[in-house]
């Protein structure tokens, strides 16, 4: 999808290294057992310089994340939140900035077992903008109901922001491709909606903000931050579920992300949504967000960690 802009340091099991430097063995157990677990972060822009938005929350997710998954992060909470800043201050980026923390199991042991495996952590950040480009933030996107469903939570842990996760998220993302839309939704088992192959998602219908409340889907940041916007600006907002025929009747509808911030959807299964372009309570939210990552609302700052 995205090539990657390539930064100068990566922190690696406690050091920081040069970019090329980061690499790992072929061997590593991760890549052939695929359990993982990440973090997807951002960095903005602000007039006070670079600031990461929630990385508490991040953060804690990510331990969250690996508690559930049987990981083992070999440092604590406080030194992977200095590991960010650290990391950050050693590069030298000018525009947005994504951050993958991922822990994982690397090289030493072979079989399915995680027992004894070599707990890693690493942490890389590079300069990287709209997730599906500057054009579908302004205009919406074009989302296909998946042919897969996210994974019952007898089969998955879909709260943990695991890797193994994303393959579901991956191979629906290209289905919905194949068909001429930008990104899949996903149906949990019951058949109602969970969410995006990496978004969470919302409808508005009658002026109130409805968005999915099940156990098929990643605990999501930005959907806790859009939450708080909108009441804050007055607007009622619902967790139930949502089924696929009122996505489709919904007056808006828009997906809300660390990487896709807020993105409004213009079709859903060939229906159009509203007018088929970003509705209005859509975009106040967006614009509210993006004021608050990028410093420009006090009430909010507290969100922000500082770099310099
Ligand atoms: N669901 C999935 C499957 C995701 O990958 C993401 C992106 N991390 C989200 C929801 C949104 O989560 P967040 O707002 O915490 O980035």
Redesign the pocket.
Known sequence: MASINEAKNIWMNGKLIPWKDATIHVLSHSLHYGNAVFE?VRAYQTKKGLAIFRLQEHTKRLFDSAKACLIKIPYSYDEVLKAHVDLLKSNDFKNTVYIRPIAFFGYGTMGVSNEGAHNDLAIAAWEWGAYMGEEALKKGIKVKISSWMRSAPFSMMNRA?SSA?YFN?QMANFEAKQAGCDEALLLDPQGYIA??????FFIVRDGKIITPLNNT??E????ATVIEIARDLGYEVIRRPITRDEAYIADEAFF????AEVTAISEIDSRIIGKGCMGEITSKLQKAYFDIVMGNNAKFEHYLTYIK
Not at 195 to 200: D, L, P, V
Not at 256 to 259: L, N, Y
């Open positions: 997807g922001k996760n998220s969410e995006g192959s990496g978004e969470c889907s990643l999501s940041i930005t959907q809300t992300g660390t990487a």
